[in-house]
């Protein structure tokens, strides 16, 4: 979404990676995309594109490598969130050696906690805050069968933060008033946390949701337009149970984008796409039953479902438009002597 949006003001990007991943498979043929985290290589990259700038998200103990090779020009620090709010300080602090000695900039959403932690560790940096992008006009609603049961789905990895204990909870509650809910959990085992995965498998006997969940795993991310806009037709919504959100939470843009509501905790980087009672529901952390209530009232109140969903699309729309981010980003590299 970046490189597209960038090539729109005339930015050509090239994207490096220093493993491969589930996601690789995600990328267009007309970006180029680098795996490698050999000196060599990447001094053979720089040289070949002889970049204007580098930006580089949160591995920032890389930032050395590429001052290593011979890059001379600015390099920016992207910082797209590193758990909660007291991990991702200490990790900030840990980083100053590597920021102090080799970021010529910061770059961030405003995601409060990040904002917060970066002005008061690197005052003396320059600091540009603006929110990512989000192609609506690719990733939006799409008709697809109606599914014949509600369904309330989740996504993330299975870890402790993004908190899929309480997304089982909030299922057996639901199934209360709701017999024929089914619930759809979206993750990837490959970044699961070791005994995350059997943790599950023995919450959900115990919680008798065996025959209620499908899992999908590592679904590309072009088929989930699919799944969500399902998930709203239905008369369903997705369900965020997360501790802490770095940036602005994908999950909820993506979701609002293709007309599926929102139910979700206040993890800090979810508010850029979701304003209570707005573009979605909140609930306090750990309330199932307050939780199970805003579920209940979107399964319910028409009225009120139908707002939320008209003003959710509408808010990523407008919020997070590619022609918006091309702009900022454009401004703050002629604001660092960069471009025209």
């Known amino acids: 979404m970046r490189v597209k949006a960038l090539r729109s003001v005339g930015i050509e990007s090239c994207l490096l990676y220093f493993r491969r991943g589930s996601g690789s498979a995600n990328y267009t043929t007309d970006t180029p995309v680098f795996y490698t985290t050999q000196p060599e290589e990447i001094h053979y990259i720089l040289n070949f ?77 320059l600091h540009f805050s603006f929110s990512n992008p989000f192609d609506i006009d690719l990733f939006g609603y799409r008709s697809n069968p109606q599914v014949p049961v509600p369904i309330m789905a989740w996504i993330g990895r299975l870890d402790d933060n993004k908190n899929w204990r309480d997304f089982l909870r909030l299922g057996s509650v639901v199934a209360t008033f709701i017999p024929n809910v089914a619930l759809w959990m979206f993750s990837d085992p490959t970044l699961a946390e070791p005994g995350e995965p059997e943790q599950l498998q023995a919450m959900t006997i115990e919680l008798g949701l065996l025959q209620r969940i499908t899992h999908y795993h590592s679904i590309p991310h072009a088929q989930m337009a699919d799944f969500l806009s399902q998930v709203g037709d239905s008369g369903g919504l997705l369900c965020m149970t997360s501790k802490t959100e770095g940036a ?24 850029g796409a979701i304003i209570d009672e707005v573009t979605g529901l909140y609930y306090p952390h750990g309330d199932i039953g307050a939780g199970a209530a805003q579920i209940k009232r979107l399964f319910t109140d028409t009225n009120l479902r139908k707002k939320l969903i008209r003003n959710g699309e509408n808010h990523i729309r407008n919020e997070f438009s590619m022609d918006k981010y091309a702009k900022h980003f454009a401004a703050m590299l002629r604001y660092m002597g960069i471009g025209s």
Do not use: W
């Open 248 to 271: 602005t939470a994908y999950a909820a843009m993506e979701a609002l984008s293709c007309r599926c509501p929102v139910v979700t905790t206040d993890s800090d980087g979810v508010r």
């Open 49 to 125: 594109y002889s970049f204007d700038a580098i930006i580089v998200t949160t591995f920032y103990n890389q930032l050395e490598l590429f001052r290593h090779v011979g890059y001379t020009k600015p390099i920016i620090f992207e910082h797209q969130g590193f758990g909660p709010r007291e991990q991702a300080h200490q990790t900030l602090v840990n980083a100053m050696p590597y920021l102090n000695a080799h970021a010529n900039a910061l770059l961030y959403p405003q995601t409060p906690h990040i904002v917060a932690s970066l002005s008061t560790l690197y005052p003396h940096k």
